[in-house]
């Protein structure tokens, strides 16, 4: 199987966890029905149209930490729209602290069932282009992404223990092997989502914090050519 | 007009002495600034009020998310604001035909929406079935800017100070003395603003080129003359805008290709003149891209040193010996 990779990075970013409201937490990695969106911004698909082209049928996509994972907060000031009198004599401001990521790198791996689809991106990630401008999650956290190549990727069996880069889908799981210096996360992220933004599946996946690869053994997994070992989401 | 119909990107830098260019309203009000590396941070929402309200108030544009400070008579909210925008007579015959309406004269008149973006909230009547009914319907109208903005940074660590003063008035009726007021400012920031403008953005909001000059202006002028106590120090210092010519692209951290030297540590740097910015990777990457870029338009106020490998040099003929058409602009 043929899978397009690339690095992208930012100064912040933002993927806000579907049940924070009023103080809006981030995922530690980009879900991805965000990494979607992303290719969506890189093709030029529009925001009401990008997610019915990368369902899990169509896509295998998944993504690795390549930067330690850093977490802070930035405070703001908002706006209830819809009762501020003129837009004007805003008096309904809340102070609201964003949680976000900080010094972001991530590096996404990327198939498709769509020969068109593949074809498209891959033009655009070798001459570094994208139709709109690429964010981490919110417009302000601008991103840049640099183009890694194109790879063979081969399925492994994994009875035994192999090393994972990619963050791994708990249901993929089958045992892990802790190591030493090594700080391991969970979380439940969204996983696919309608056009009409209803998400239909969220799923676990497991994760280092530092950047570093994982020891486990797991149900289906994917090397590619220079070595990394994915499992899609 | 002229439709916007190029990618541009934009490293803006200003700074300001003894202000605070951000404050952090869940930290009273102190500059915002990373702790983890000491960099002051300013939010792009700020850095798009400044040039709104020049737009608004110096340039006579009319925006949507303003402040008026006086108003009699009664108070709309901001689905009666979006009203403002509705050229047809309620009841409609459908939700859409208003919608549509009070787009259209949205991005006509706001500057900012066609600039920015925006979300705007809608309670329309509408006709019902049988005409003489009416009924309420809600929706909304949302554009995302062709330009967006990355929170902006310092170039250096900076320093807090801590002030304390007298105020003017006592704390409460009766009291006899007057109250005290703290505040913290920053002695020196050099911040570092990037954006992008992107075309194919532009066209939903019908963005022009003569909205890009405004822009600029507000960018430069609106820094400057936002005279409030807390950025009254506020000097533009460089605004460089990087146009192209190959379609849907754009090299991408133009603000990272500048870096600051000085013989000062970072907190002790209280002016201008006591640093230099380093560009050789700015040129060479520029000078790299060259084919792909139509121009680079360029205002400085001549107080920045600039240098290529720490030679002293002039911005403006380093980037035409890399190849690169400038233009200088005036504001």
Redesign the interface.
């Known amino acids: 199987m043929k899978v397009l990779v690339f690095d992208v990075w930012?100064?912040?970013g933002h993927f806000r966890k579907h049940y924070t409201t009023t103080s809006p937490l981030t995922y530690s990695i980009p879900p991805r029905t965000a990494i979607a969106g992303m290719i969506g911004a890189i093709e030029?698909f529009g925001?009401d149209e990008y997610l019915q082209y990368f369902s899990k049928e169509k896509a295998n996509i998944t993504v690795k930490i390549s930067s330690p994972i850093?977490k802070?907060r930035?405070?703001?000031?908002l706006?209830d729209?819809?009762?501020?009198?003129?837009?004007?004599?805003?008096k309904t401001r809340t102070?609201i602290?964003f949680e976000v990521l900080?010094d972001v790198k991530y590096r996404v791996y990327i198939s498709h069932s769509s020969e068109e689809v593949y074809n498209k991106l891959y033009s655009?990630l070798k001459?570094?282009?994208?139709?709109?401008?690429l964010?981490l999650g919110l417009?302000?956290?601008?991103a840049?992404?640099e183009f890694i190549g194109e790879m063979e990727a081969v399925s492994e069996l994994s009875d035994s223990e192999r090393e994972i880069h990619s963050v791994i889908p708990e249901k993929e799981l089958i045992k892990i092997s802790f190591e030493e210096g090594k700080e391991y996360f969970s979380e439940t992220i969204p996983i696919e989502m309608l056009p009409n933004r209803e998400v239909i599946e969220y799923g676990k996946v497991l994760f280092e914090r530092n950047a570093k690869c994982i020891l486990a053994s797991v149900n289906s997994l994917w090397r590619l050519e220079n070595g990394e070992g994915i499992i899609f989401m | 007009m002229t439709e916007v119909n190029r990618r541009s990107e934009i490293v803006f830098l200003y700074d300001i002495k003894d202000g605070n260019p951000n404050g952090?309203?869940?930290?009273e009000n102190k500059p915002?600034i990373?702790?983890?590396t000491g960099i002051n941070?300013v939010?792009?929402?700020r850095f798009k009020r400044t040039i709104r309200d020049h737009l608004y108030k110096f340039k006579g544009k009319e925006i949507?998310?303003?402040?008026?400070s006086d108003?009699n008579g009664s108070?709309?909210?901001?689905?009666m604001?979006a009203r403002d925008f509705l050229t047809i007579d309620e009841p409609l015959d459908s939700f859409e035909t208003g919608k549509r309406a009070i787009n259209e004269k949205l991005l006509d008149d706001c500057i900012d929406v066609r600039l920015f973006?925006g979300?705007?909230?809608l309670e329309l009547k509408v006709k019902k079935g049988n005409k003489t009914e009416t009924k309420t319907e809600t929706g909304s109208i949302t554009h995302?800017?062709p330009v967006?903005?990355?929170?902006g940074?310092s170039m250096h660590k900076v320093f807090t100070k801590h002030f304390r003063g007298t105020g003017a008035f006592a704390s409460k009726e009766g009291a006899t003395q007057k109250t005290f007021r703290e505040e913290d400012f920053l002695p020196y920031s050099l911040i570092n603003f990037?954006?992008?403008i992107?075309e194919?953005?532009a066209k939903d909001t019908k963005l022009s080129e003569k909205d890009i000059d405004l822009l600029l202006d507000g960018m430069w002028n609106g820094t400057k003359n936002l005279i409030s106590r807390s950025k009254v120090g506020q000097i533009p210092r460089l605004l460089l805008k990087v146009n192209y010519k190959?379609?849907?692209?754009?090299?991408?951290?133009l603000n990272n290709l500048f870096s600051l030297k000085s013989e000062l540590i970072d907190e002790e740097i209280r002016d201008i003149s006591q640093v230099r910015i380093e560009i050789q990777r700015l040129i060479d990457v520029l000078g790299k891209n060259k084919d792909k870029i139509e121009n680079a338009q360029i205002c400085s106020d001549g107080s920045i040193t600039f240098t290529y490998g720490g030679e002293e040099i002039d911005l403006e003929k380093s980037l035409m010996e890399a190849g690169i058409n400038t233009e200088t602009l005036s504001m």
């Open positions: 930012g100064e912040f030029g925001k850093k802070t930035i405070a703001e000031n706006i729209t819809k009762i501020a009198p003129l837009m004007s004599r805003i102070q602290r900080k655009m001459e570094h282009k994208s139709v709109y401008t964010c417009s302000e956290h601008i840049n992404y | 952090d309203p869940l930290d915002r990373d702790e983890e941070l939010t792009d929402v949507f998310v303003r402040e008026i108003e108070i709309q909210d901001a689905k604001r973006g979300t705007v909230p995302t800017g967006q903005f990355k929170i940074r990037y954006g992008i992107n194919n953005a190959e379609g849907n692209y754009h090299i991408g951290d």
